[in-house]
């Protein structure tokens, strides 16, 4: 089993940047895919970016492509998602997640979950 806390959200302006932090503690962090959903209010939760468990590979949902970056350090137990040029309609709960199953990067099935940080964009 392995526990989530995120951390780095908060409010920025339209074209501002935030980076969220997830700090996992437990069973060895590299053993999981991890991934960063977000759920906004009336919205159903979405998958926003992805990574392998060794960080070679990733993914991105087309919303915040060019936009987001997803990385790990294994060393730190810690999954980071740089998010540049932020838009009002990126206003949402961002939750990390872990997957102890194999399967393709774009799969939305995650085993354990952290409790959310919010993230505002104003306009």
């Known amino acids: 089993q392995v526990q989530l806390v995120e951390s780095g959200g908060g409010l920025v302006q339209a074209g501002g940047s935030l980076r969220l932090s997830c700090a996992a503690s437990?069973?060895?962090?590299?053993?999981?895919?991890m991934g960063w959903f977000r759920q906004a209010p009336g919205k159903e939760r979405e998958l926003v970016a992805a990574?392998?468990?060794?960080?070679?590979?990733?993914y991105y949902a087309d919303s915040v492509k060019g936009r987001f970056t997803i990385s790990r350090d294994n060393a730190k137990n810690t999954m980071y998602l740089q998010m540049n040029s932020l838009k009002p309609e990126d206003t949402a709960v961002h939750y990390c997640?872990?997957?102890?199953?194999?399967?393709?990067?774009?799969?939305?099935?995650?085993?354990?979950w952290g409790q959310g940080t919010q993230v505002t964009v104003s306009s």
């Open positions: 997640a872990a997957a102890i199953t194999i399967a393709p990067m774009g799969n939305g099935n995650y085993d354990y």
């Open positions: 437990g069973r060895t962090f590299s053993s999981y895919r």
């Open positions: 990574v392998s468990r060794s960080g070679t590979y990733t």
